[in-house]
């Protein structure tokens, strides 16, 4: 049973566009959504997260939508650049379950100069 | 930023001997997590734990696998005997309680022949 849904599973930009990752959950008790990034051989890295008491968080030119109702967020890269290519995996929590995350399969993103 | 680390970084060992993966979580975090990623894939939550006993294992933390963490040194993953399956990037990661955000180490690869 996957709890947490990615697309696509692959997606190339242009270097300047903006990069869209879709996410998507079932478990409506989860309250964290953190987004990791994660470059081949290297550990994955925090990159932005967010709580249902928002629903949008912004940091740089990356941004997360989130549409609680839809259970649903999106992560946008704007003026994507060839250092942002990596695999992003989507991820959440809930409180009761002592912060374990359950992480989706993954977007890798590649950005073409 | 705050660092874990894992020792060692690749372990090659033959089917059905025991092995142990180590982790040095950040120093003043409680919860430690293991997370297995099989290549290619996305990370699956194994087994948390804190104040010295497990809070939580998933359906992979099978009965050969343990955990622990002896006097605050490291944190320990051991599998006895291992299985092919085994075969995985096995990932430490802590938090200080406070909050969600979970510091990953960069993995051991461990390659079961």
């Known amino acids: 049973q996957q709890q947490v849904r990615q697309s696509p599973q692959s997606l190339t930009v242009w270097e300047g566009e903006t990069a869209i990752l879709n996410c998507s959950y079932e478990?409506?008790?989860?309250?964290?959504f953190p987004w990791y990034w994660q470059f081949p051989r290297e550990s994955p890295a925090l990159l932005i997260a967010i709580r249902p008491v928002s629903n949008k968080k912004e940091d740089g030119r990356f941004t997360i939508f989130f549409n609680k109702r839809e259970k649903k967020l999106s992560l946008h890269i704007t003026d994507s650049q060839p250092g942002d290519s990596a695999t992003y995996f989507c991820a959440a929590s809930a409180d009761y379950n002592q912060g374990k995350l359950i992480f989706g399969q993954g977007t890798k993103l590649s950005i073409k100069p | 930023g705050p660092k874990v680390l894992q020792i060692p970084s690749h372990q090659i060992i033959d089917m059905g001997q025991m092995v142990t993966l180590n982790c040095d979580p950040v120093s003043n975090h409680l919860y430690f997590y293991w997370y297995k990623q099989i290549l290619g894939q996305q990370m699956e939550f194994l087994v948390n734990?804190?104040?010295?006993?497990?809070?939580?294992k998933s359906k992979l933390f099978k009965d050969q696998f343990s955990v622990e963490r002896p006097d605050g040194s490291y944190f320990t993953l051991k599998i006895q005997p291992t299985a092919l399956e085994d075969s995985a990037v096995y990932f430490c990661?802590?938090?200080?309680?406070?909050?969600?955000?979970?510091?990953f180490g960069p993995g051991t690869r461990l390659t079961v022949l």
């Open positions: 990661a802590s938090n200080w309680g406070g909050s969600y955000e979970q510091y």
């Open positions: 734990f804190y104040n010295g006993k497990v809070m939580e």
């Open positions: 478990d409506s008790t989860f309250d964290y």
